[in-house]
């Protein structure tokens, strides 16, 4: 059993900053790529930030110049700091964690429930 919990989501004002955290725990062998997609309503689910284990980062257009993904392995932790919000990021952001529960299992995507981020004024 794999859990993955994401915190920090909430109202910003355009142009403000908000970072996010999500946390995987549960029957974790190795964590290989974390990172976080958002969804606003009547729109699919995209891409915001990927990372790897070395640190080694992926961004959407978007996001880059604005967005940072990081994370912390000892604690299975992977955040996203979100500058110069504007009001087209508000959306559900969801983080997930690719994670390999047994030494010879297959990798599998795990999904977080989703935090809610506004930029509004």
């Known amino acids: 059993q794999v859990q993955v919990v994401e915190s920090g989501g909430g109202l910003v004002q355009p142009g403000g900053s908000l970072g996010v955290s999500c946390v995987a725990s549960?029957?974790?062998?190795?964590?290989?790529?974390m990172g976080w997609y958002r969804q606003a309503p009547g729109k699919e689910r995209e891409l915001v930030a990927n990372?790897?284990?070395?640190?080694?980062?992926n961004y959407a257009d978007f996001a880059k110049g604005r967005f940072t993904v990081s994370r912390d392995n000892a604690k299975n932790t992977v955040y996203l700091q979100m500058n110069s919000l504007k009001p087209d990021d508000t959306a559900v952001y969801y983080c997930f964690a690719n994670v390999r529960k047994q030494p010879s299992a297959l990798i599998t995507g795990y999904w977080g429930q989703g935090t809610q981020v506004t930029v509004s004024s």
């Open positions: 990372t790897d284990r070395a640190g080694m980062t």
């Open positions: 549960g029957s974790i062998f190795a964590i290989y790529t």
